[in-house]
Each structure stands twice: as structure tokens, then as C-alpha cells.
């Protein structure tokens, strides 16, 4: 209850608080207490108003102003109402009266608090209870003082509330008093002031804001003021989050993206709720005066109704915002690095596959890593070549750069063997650096060397075998073919596991010159031979019977139709079960205990966690099943008779010491041509030099070169028979850098001399000849092509430039053994070749 | 002082303070944005720039040369070059987990497929305000994703059709060839009509997209969605199986793997035609005088632009996320796309993504160069996919598979390719 004091601080009359700032009373009540004429229309203009509150004792009195005016006397139902506002939150215990927004019913018994001013005044206020009569015209309804109380409705009650006594609401607001005479007065009913209240105000009514006397406070934040504040700290927020993602993702608020129509429809609706959310009459209330459903909802429900819509959507749209790409696409997977040998690399890409499967089921089908699998035993690549770069970091020593010429950097590795990885911390020991081999190595499959057999009637078991005894038994008509020693950890073994099988050194030599007959004599390159390489020959038939010392689970892959290498990925039919096709499994043999290393350079925690977790998972029963799939064994520490490292580099040596020698003479085109420039910096003749010196490193101590320079008319003789070592390559480095390329290109009768040159050594004559262009002579092909087929000499031919193998006159005079090169590659074709030959071909 | 602070309180809890706080947020943020983004305007300190690049194959190594150009310029903000393997798959695999690891780039050199996987992933910086007047439209477009600009182009690429100008008088309509139009190149010493890049690697899907649009297919359209089930697309790949398996079981017209391998089926005179890069032009040199064994493809070639529209290749510079001085880096890419730059790199054998480059008859060019910038004029870039690699696998085994079908498709062919377009996992068929 409030009393409305006149600015002389007379009783104006009588207000009740509905919201926690807010007085409803009548527009003539402050008329009167603003000393105006009592029916003026115009709204009151800076003007306050000062209450009370009676009931509330010690309460000092407080200012309002007027927020809402509809004047007195307008003819209708409207007329005569004012809403004051508070400058400050109503004093505590003032409690806001309840609203009915029902039409009073006739015989209802009401009170009614005022300050009689005519009849028996009283300055501290008096109840007067009613009675009510029932609708009259203009909406009001008719209210009778009883006739047994002490006062009745006069002046001086205008504005006050007509409270029920049943349920205490407030049911109206009395506003016509006679002075004097019949007890009845008129009261406006509250169901009135809802309706007059849901609307949108007249702007005529309403307080321009720069007319208000004081901003007004914040009213407390209880009943259904709580709700709109929310929804504005809502639109707020939304902004504020629509802002961070403009921040976080710029791109998102362009014009084509999917999510643009999404963006611009959460950043309205924001903007608008907040912006109408400032207004004094809330978004929620316009909406229930809009859809009439004050009639069917509460105004309390359907505000929260709203409020939860709302906030839903607002909700919906950050959502989308900030996790856009989730419910359409997947993610950049993690991606890994994983090494591994030629030998596995089919196996490991399945298996890599495998894994990214189990990280896209358990992620709504978008994988958490990729795995990028590859290898860099590759012919025209130094197998030492991985090594010093891994001991190194994957660091550029001036001369090499792993990441151009290996690949990418691993953050896996995936060798054969553990000696692997000893010989990377051995290099790095030696070197004077540290290794970058994590410190645990684990293994994740094992794989025993064994011996395949093709076109063999012998029984794969019944009987203990040994080495010793297969390979005797194998006998000298089955060709014999193991992985390149130099290039990878199965022909290591083999060579370790097969010379300690061996009774002395005649053995081991007698052993060699069989696996080098082998190659040669089914033209198939020995260096850089890789097991699966082997096995993919087998699988085209070119190997014939003969014996293969292979790992177990390449084998399997053989057998079981699986992809082998680069050359064979696709499938075939499996073997299993088919005659002809034996594997044996020696009683003295060695283990491939497959180590998964890890490198310090990975230091990044989301490529650690990722590279663990495929750890994790390939020792676990799924990791463990795929790898089974690929013919490998479960895993196994390394047995005790795997071969150390220096076993194995002693078996490396005594290999390079008893295989074949060769004698190579190589003929070098130095025409003109040769000058041209190459990508990379230098010149055609300079990668060239680059590649003879790589071979020259190839040499063993008892191998013996000749270099011949060939153009204008004829060749020169550089040197003659230069021995391995340091002295005969330096020699032979020393003639080479005199050399500046001029002049045509006398390339058949070059050929044809050095078929011709008598070799001392008891293995077949050997001639490279490099050249980058066609022969110039005008000899004919056909009479070069004779003279090598009547030579003794293996002819090779590496070409390059402008001379070319296929289609042409040097694959008649070559054959096969034309190999055709960029000079991005020819120095290490040239390099790979001479390896090949030096080791016994 | 309490007492201000309450008032403060008072006053800013409410929707008017709430508003209040909004409003200077976002001007904060607002005004904070170009520092966190850009750092335009801000003074870098020196050091070193990082461009990480697949290895240069040019002959005169112009890339570098033109980094020692900048270098000579720029002592403060001297610029190195990473060279990666020129395999693409160990340059994505390397870029990527470089990324990833936040290892040190400034600039990355981007093949034109991978640039929406960095942008979407935020491994690179949108290039935001740079000139983009006198670059060739379709090279343009490879750096913008999802609305915005992340990339210039470095050099851009478009197939040629290589032919012998001594045994074509007609070019062929598209690609591979018809039948009948190849039966008459199918005699000695020719052993096919037509080199491609058939084997699996990005290369086949280069020549199976052209050849679907050849038909007037799609595989997916501008929005992402999959179309390859379209009469046109399976005509497309009716025509690939033709050219490989043709009916009647004799022999393919259509040879060669990979790039080198159909330019040597060209240059030792197997084939009439050939689709290529431009960067194979110059590797089809003529036999040293005196040779009266070679047959003399190199006198006897010309190039065309593609009968239908090529994809489009090339690379794209963006500075990396991680970049310690992006205002300097953002300024090497646009020395390295400057109409100077691109002059020198066209000299050694780039395809320039300026229009004036091709057109300015001062600078040196090949002899092809008004057919090159009509192919990229006309070429089509692949889609434009945070997944792309796995697109093009998947997309690649499905050709496979309708090769070895006539041009049928496998079964699931749409959904699989959807999947990969989403980086949902696909497994490759053995």
C-alpha cells in the first residue's frame, strides 16, 4: 500500500506496488499530487512524485516519476491509470500485491485502505470494507462501503487497491468517490489494467527518456522480472560468444559458407533480443499481448516457455557455430610417419590401415591418425645412407638431405631387426652424437628366417633340419636366392645364420658364388634385392625351382595371395595346399623380432600420444590379429642366439670378402652435351662425377676399375685397373676432375673397344658405359650389337639425356641391360649399378 | 572508494551494465583482433623465414634464385627453403605433421588440393587485404576456402596434349581418344595411340576426371555432393576402360604409368599423342647431331590445349598458423607471386599464375605459352576437400574397378566417395 503525497505533502491519494519497483494508481491521483488540474490529459513532464509507505513503519518516504500515463476521463475503460516507478528498489518488507485478472463477481466482500478526508478524517488511514455491486458502464465496476463500518469510500481513497478478502489479490483500483451522500463509489477492475497493460503503449503517452527525471534503478530481481533480465543476459551472451567465434573463426561469417545462413540468423536474433529486452515492456509480454494467450497460459509459464524456446535455439545456433565442422565432416587426422623396410612395407600399410579402421569405429567413423607409410630401401639408395641419417637426426650433412632425397622425417620406425637399431646408435655412438632412438624398444612380431622352396617334393617337416643340412641337401642344380645383405635385415641373417652353418670359408665362398650364378643367371639384380621382391618373382614365375632364403612372414604373404611389394600389391589366389610350393623351418635358425621405434625428435604431445597409441594398440588383441593376418608371430625378446651387431658386421665383411670380385671397365660419355646444366646446380658431367664416386665407395679391396672418357672421335684411357680403397679412389677421382666434356659423341666404336679388352680375372669381363646422348659416328648398331654378343663382356649401359634404352638401337646392342635415368637419379643408378656388379654380378 | 564500487555494482548488473559490458568487449576484442590475427601493422623482429617446398625440379633452380634475390633485399628477413622429396605423398605426409607439431614454417608450399585441408585444420593464416589484381582467376581460386583467402598461387599447371605433328592431322575430340579415331595410329613403329598416366597415383585421377568431364560428367559438383553415378561419368569411364581394355580383347591404345613413363613412350615414338604437364615440353630434346638412329619426335611435336577441360594443378604459398613473423612472410609470398617473379619463373619452366606474363612480349616464354594459359584458363580444379587425399584414393579405386568392369561402377561407389569426402574412413578393396 502507498500513499501518493501532494507536493505540499498533502494525501493525494492512494497506490499499490505490483512489482518490485512499480505503483499502479490513478492518472488523477498524481494529477493532484503534482497540484495540477485533476482531469489533465497531458502526461506530467520531469516531474516526481513523492510516496509513502504507511504500513511499513520507520520507512522513509521515496520519489517516483511517472512511466506510464493514460489520462483521466478518456471516455473508456482505459481512462485514469498511472504506473509510478520507484528511483529506487521499494524498501525491504514491502512486498508487491498479487494481481487477480479476473472480473470481480457481484456480493464479493472487498477492503479498501484510504485517508478519509471529509467524513471523519484520518491521517494515519482507514479500511473500509465493501461490497461488490457489479459491472456499471465504462468497464468499472460499483463498489458499496458497507453500512457497518466506520468509514466509507470517499476522497482521499482514490487509487487505492480493492483488495479481496478471500484471496487478498488486488481486484481493482477505486477511482470515482462520492464526497458525501450514497456509499457507492467505482472502481476500475484490475482485468482492465492487464489488458491496458499487455498492449503496446501509445507513444503519446510515453516519457520521452531524455524527459526522465533520473535513470531508473534496476527493480529487484524476483517474480517475473527474473525472466526478462535472463533472456537479456542471454541475447548478451550470444553476442559475446557470436564475437569469439568471429575471433576464432573469421571464415565462418563469409558469404559461401554453409554455416553463413546459420550465423546470421543466431546474430538477429541476439541483436533483437536484446535489443528488445531494453525496452521497459518485455519481448515476452508483447508476444502473450500478440497471441491473446494470457487466456489459456500463465504469464509466469509462457514466459518460461519462451525463455526455454528461446534459449534453445540461441543454444542450437552457438552450438553449430563453435563445433561446425563436426556434424558434417571429420577432423585432420594426426599424421604419422612410419618407416619401415621394402620387405614390410605391404604389410605395414595393411596394417596401418587396420589401425586407422579401429580409431574410425570407435570415432564415429573419422579415423584420429594417419599413418604414412613408406620405405626408403630403394634401388639407387645407400641402405648406409638410412643409417647415418637416422644417427643423425634427419639432419642435412651438406652433402645429403634425408627430407629431399629419404623422405619424410619418421616418427616411427619399423625395422626388421634390433641389430637395425643398434647400428643407428652405434653410428651416432661413433660420431660423436646422440641418439635419437628413444630408449625402449618394443617388439611387436616375430618372424623366423626360413626356406622357401618352389617346385620342391621335400617334406616341409617330419624331420629336424639345420641350416648346414638344407642348404647341403638343397644341392648345387637349385638356384639359390637370398635378400641383398647390404640391403636389408633378412639377407643380413641369412648371411649370419648361413656362414655359421658353414664349416670354413671355402664354404661361405662356395656359398656366394652359388647364390651369384643364381642371379645372373636369371638376370635378376642382386643388390637391393628385397625378400618380397624375390617372392613377387616367384609369383610371375621367373624364379623356376629353386630355393629362397626368406622371412617367415613374407612367405605367408606369398602363399596366401597377399600384396608383397610395390611391383606386386595386388592379390591372388592363395597357394596354400597347392603341390610344389615348401617352406622349411631350420632348428638353428634366427629371429626378425620387428622393433617399433620411437625418436626423441617427435616431441610434439599430440604426435607422442598419437605414436603411443598405435604402440598401445598393436600389442593389444586387435593390433595383434592384424598383424597375424600378415603372416607375422606373436612377439618375442630376442633369442639367444640372435647374432649381435658385430657378428653381423663380421658376417657383412666376410661376405664382401669372399663374393666374386669384379673387374669393371666403365667408359664415361664426355661429349659436349654433358656440359649442359641440370636441375639441382651443375652440370650433366657434374652429377655423373657425383655417381662414380658413390660407386667407388661401393668397391671392395680386391675389385679393380677402369675409367675411359669417350668423345669427339674416339676414348681415353684414364686410368687402368685402379684398386679398391682409398688410394685407387682417389686416384681414379683425380683423373676425372681433369676432364672437361667437348665433342661429338663416338659411342659404338667406344662399346665395341672395351668388349674387346682382354680381364685377367677369372668372372666374366664387365663394361659400364654412361652416356647422355646417341652416337655420332654413323657406325651401325647392328655390327655393335654383334661384336658384344661375340665378346665374353657383361655390357651395361646406363642412359641418360638424350639417349634412351627403349625402342632404339642401345636396347639391341644392350638388351636388358640398358638402364635408362634422369640426371636426377643417374648418379645413384650409376652407384646402385656398380654395387650390384662389385657384389658379384 | 567502496562506495563507487557498489554503485558500480548496482549500476552495471542490470541489462543497460550487461549491454555496457557487451559493447566494450567486442570494440576490446575488435580492436585486438588485427594484434591476434595478423599483427598487421606491428614492427617484426628479424630472423630467418622458413619456406617449406617440395624440391625444385626446374633446371635453373629459379626458386632459390629468386629467394637470393629476396635475401639481397631483405638482410633482416633472410629467406631458406626446406626441400622436401619431390614425392607428393612424403610432401603432404611432412607438411602436415610439421604442422601438427608446430615445428618452425613461416610459408608453405601447397599443392593446390591440400589448401582447404591446412585452412579448415588452421595450420595456415588467412591472407587477408593482399592484391589480388592481374592473377589468373582459376589459379586465384585454389587459395580461397570456405569464403576466404589463405593461399596465393606460386605456379599453376594445366595438361597439354602432346602430338606428333608428322602423323596427326586431326586432334582428337577428348580423351583417351575414340577407337576408331586411334586404329589409325595402331601400326609400327607406333605400339599405341595415345600415353596417359594410368597407374595408381594421383596421376589417374587427373586423366579419370578429365575424361568424365570430357563425357560432360561430374564426380562431385561445387557443392561436394557426389555425382558419379551419372550417365555422363559412367560414359567417362566407359571411355577409360575402352582405351585400356578395348573390346575385342586387342591391344590398349592407351599406355604409360606415370608422367616420365608416357613422355618416353612419346619421345622413343611409340605413341602420336600424349596427355602431359607442360614441365615435360622440355624434356622432349632432340637427338645430338650426327644420330641417324633416333627417330626425330623432338622436330616433330607440337602441344595443344586439351580438347576438354584439364585439372588444374599447381601450388599455393600460405603462411604457416605458427609463423613468428607473418606481416614478412605474407610479403615474400607476394614478391614471389610478383609479375617479376613470375616472369623468371616461367623462364625456367613454371606455368605463371599472372595473365601479363603470358601476355607481356618482353618477358622470355616458351613457344606453348599462349596454349598453356588457354589450358588454365579452361582448367577445372579438383574439389576442394579437407580430405582430399582420401578422396583420391577412394575415387581411384573406384576407377579401378570400373576399368576392370567396362566402365561399370562398383556397388557403393556414391557412398564411399561421400564418406571420403567427410574423412570418414574408407577401406580400400584388396
Known sequence: MVRIVSVSGETAGVGVLYTGQRILTCAHV?????????????????????????????????????????????????????????????????????????????????????????????????????????????????????????????????????????????????????????????????????????QPLNPQHRLPRSDQPSAPRRPARHGTQAIPSAITGLGTAALAALVLVWLVRPSLFTPGHGAGWWLAAALFLAVAIATASSHRQTLLDRARALFRWRQTLQPKRTRRLLALATSLVLASAVAFVLWPRAAQACPVATELRVLTTADSEQSVTAVAAAYEDSTARANGGCPTAHLHVYTTEKPGTDPKELTAALARGWADDGKRSPLRQLGAQPDIWL??????????????????????????????????????????????????????????????????????????????????????????????????????????????????????????????????????????DAWSRYVNGLPLSANCRGRTKPLEGVAGQVVVHPTDTVVLDYPFVSFTWTRSPRLTAARDAVLQWLLSPPGQQALRGQGLDAPTRVPANQPTLSELDNALQRYHAVKPPAD??????????????????????????????????????????????????????????????????????????KVQPSGATPLYPTITAAVAVPHTVTVAPIVVVLTDGEDTTGQSATNVAGSVRASKAQLYVVATGEARCGAGPLQDIAGKRCYAADFGSVDRQLANLFAALWGGN | MARVLSVAKERLSGWPGGLVIGVTATLLALSLTPLV??????????????????QDDSNGQVRQKLINEWNSHNPNHPARIVSLSSNADAQHSQMLAMAQAGDRADIYNLDVTWVAEFASASYIKPLTGVNTAGFLKNPLDTGFYEGQRWALPFNTDAGLLFYRT?????????????????????????????????????????????????????????????????????????????????????????????????????????????????????????????????????????????????????????????????????????????????????????????????????????????????????????????HYILFSAAFRDIVDDAIADKGDLPPGAVRTLANALKGQRYIRQP
Open chain 2, 166 to 386: 608428322d602423323l596427326v592431322k586431326d586432334l582428337p575430340r577428348y580423351l583417351p581418344p575414340d577407337p576408331n579415331y586411334a586404329r589409325q595410329f595402331l601400326r609400327p613403329p607406333l605400339t599405341a595411340a595415345y600415353a596417359g598416366q594410368f597407374a595408381d597415383y594421383e596421376g589417374l585421377t587427373v586423366n579419370a576426371l578429365e575424361a568424365i568431364w570430357g563425357a560432360g560428367g561430374n564426380v562431385v559438383d561445387k557443392d561436394l555432393r557426389v555425382t558419379i553415378d551419372s550417365a555422363a561419368t559412367v560414359k567417362g569411364l566407359r571411355r577409360l576402360a575402352d582405351a585400356r581394355y578395348p573390346p575385342g580383347g586387342t591391344l590398349r591404345y592407351a599406355l604409360g604409368d606415370q608422367e616420365a613413363d608416357a613422355t618416353k613412350a612419346f619421345t622413343d615414338g611409340q605413341v602420336a599423342l600424349m596427355r602431359n604437364w607442360p614441365v615435360q615440353f622440355n624434356r622432349i630434346k632432340p637427338a645430338e647431331s650426327g644420330s641417324k638412329s633416333a627417330v626425330d619426335v623432338a622436330g616433330n611435336f607440337e602441344v595443344a590445349k586439351l580438347p576438354t577441360p584439364s585439372v588444374l594443378g599447381g601450388q599455393d604459398l600460405a603462411v604457416a598458423a605458427n609463423s613468428p613473423r607473418p606481416q614478412t612472410a605474407r610479403q615474400l609470398i607476394e614478391f614471389l607471386t610478383s609479375p617479376a617473379s613470375q616472369a623468371k619463373l616461367f623462364a625456367d619452366g613454371f606455368a605463371p599464375v599472372r595473365a601479363s606474363t603470358y601476355d607481356d612480349p618482353q618477358i622470355r616464354k616458351p613457344r606453348y605459352a599462349a596454349t598453356l594459359k588457354a589450358a588454365v584458363e579452361a582448367a577445372r580444379a579438383r574439389p576442394m576437400t579437407p
Open chain 1, 30 to 198: 498524481v494529477n493532484a499530487a503534482l497540484e495540477r488540474d485533476r482531469l489533465a490529459k497531458d502526461r506530467p513532464k520531469k516531474a516526481w512524485v513523492d510516496v509513502q509507505f504507511p504500513l511499513l513503519p520507520g520507512t522513509p518516504p521515496a520519489v517516483s516519476f511517472v512511466s506510464e500515463w493514460v489520462p483521466p476521463q478518456d471516455g473508456d475503460e482505459h481512462g485514469d491509470l498511472c504506473v509510478l516507478t520507484l528511483t529506487e528498489p521499494a524498501p525491504a518488507g514491502a512486498a508487491p500485491a498479487r494481481l487477480s485478472g479476473h472480473f470481480p463477481e457481484r456480493g464479493r466482500q472487498v477492503d479498501v485502505f484510504g485517508y478519509p478526508s471529509e467524513e471523519h478524517p484520518s491521517p494515519d488511514g482507514a479500511w473500509v470494507t465493501a461490497e461488490v455491486k457489479g459491472q456499471v458502464g465504462g468497464g468499472r465496476f460499483q463498489l458499496d462501503s458497507m453500512n457497518d463500518v466506520a468509514h466509507r469510500i470517499q476522497s482521499g481513497y482514490s487509487g487505492s487497491p480493492v483488495l479481496d478478502r478471500n484471496t487478498g489479490r488486488v481486484l481493482g483500483l477505486v477511482s470515482v468517490a462520492r464526497a458525501s451522500g450514497p456509499r457507492d463509489s467505482l472502481s476500475i477492475p484490475i482485468s482492465a489494467w492487464m489488458r491496458l497493460l499487455d
Open chain 2, 37 to 54: 590475427r595478423n599483427h598487421d601493422g606491428a614492427a617484426e623482429p628479424g630472423g630467418e623465414l622458413v619456406i617449406v617446398s617440395g
Open chain 1, 664 to 737: 669393371i671397365l666403365l667408359a664415361v660419355d664426355t661429349s659436349g652435351s654433358m656440359d649442359e646444366k641440370v636441375a639441382g646446380g651443375g652440370t650433366r658431367f657434374d652429377v655423373v662425377k657425383r655417381g662414380v664416386e658413390d660407386s667407388l665407395d661401393q668397391m671392395g679391396p680386391k675389385d679393380r676399375v677402369t675409367l675411359w672418357a669417350f668423345y669427339g672421335r674416339g676414348h681415353r684411357v684414364l686410368i687402368s685397373r685402379a684398386p679398391g680403397g682409398y688410394t685407387g679412389r682417389q686416384q681414379v677421382l683425380a683423373e676425372l676432375s
Open chain 1, 415 to 552: 625395422p626388421g631387426s634390433t641389430r637395425d637399431v643398434d647400428a643407428v646408435t652405434d653410428t651416432a655412438r661413433k660420431s660423436a652424437l646422440r641418439s635419437p632412438i628413444e630408449p625402449r624398444t618394443t617388439s611387436i612380431a616375430s618372424s623366423p628366417i626360413v626356406l622357401g622352396r618352389f617346385g620342391s617334393t621335400t617334406p616341409a617337416s617330419g624331420r629336424v633340419t639345420t641350416w648346414h643340412q638344407l642348404l647341403a641337401q638343397a644341392g648345387v642344380p637349385r638356384d639359390l636366392y637370398r635378400p641383398d645383405p647390404d640391403g636389408s635385415a633378412t639377407g643380413r641373417l641369412a648371411t649370419r645364420v648361413t656362414y655359421a652353418s658353414q664349416p670354413d670359408a671355402t664354404a661361405e665362398r662356395q656359398l656366394e658364388q652359388r647364390i651369384s650364378d643364381s642371379f645372373s643367371g636369371s638376370d635378376i639384380p642382386q643388390q637391393g634385392a628385397s625378400g618380397t621382391g624375390l617372392l613377387c618373382l616367384a609369383r610371375s614365375g621367373i624364379l623356376g625351382e629353386s630355393d629362397v632364403i626368406i622371412a617367415k
